[in-house]
């Protein structure tokens, strides 16, 4: 072969790599929406039409001292432990599980997804965070707000 053709050859390898090259760069490993709306999900509607308040990743909740609300998340992206994963970030604010052993299968919520139901206490700040037991999976972090009665 003629070296022009042998550099021809060369040229359309590199073009073709460094496309490649690109395309995976600007091209997310995860879908985030796909992942958002499997959490969305797992609040299901009930017979009367009315759907449970989703807890969407990444947001502010403002509940009152004493609420309880159903925490809901996929099954096979997240670990079933919930109680470890509260963090007061300011105030004297907690979080608990109302039920024992506070994570599992519960009308409120689909087949696919564990379900606390999670009572809060005092007045401040919680977060919770929880990693995914997927890689490339984004962890699960909301903050509640607690106010007084």
Known sequence: ???????TIIVIFAAL????????LHTPATQPDQYAAAILACYPKDAAGSASQPIPNNSIQYVKETSRVFVNMPKDLYPQDLQSSWTTVAGKATAGSVNEPGYGESVAATPS????????????EVDLHVKS??????????????SPV
């Open 1 to 7: 072969m003629s070296k022009k053709i042998i550099l």
């Open 113 to 124: 997804c564990w379900s606390s139901y999670m009572d809060f206490e005092g007045s401040g």
């Open 133 to 146: 037991i997927v890689e490339g999976v984004p962890d699960y972090f909301v903050r509640f707000i607690i």
């Open 17 to 24: 790599a460094c496309t490649f090259v690109v395309w995976k």
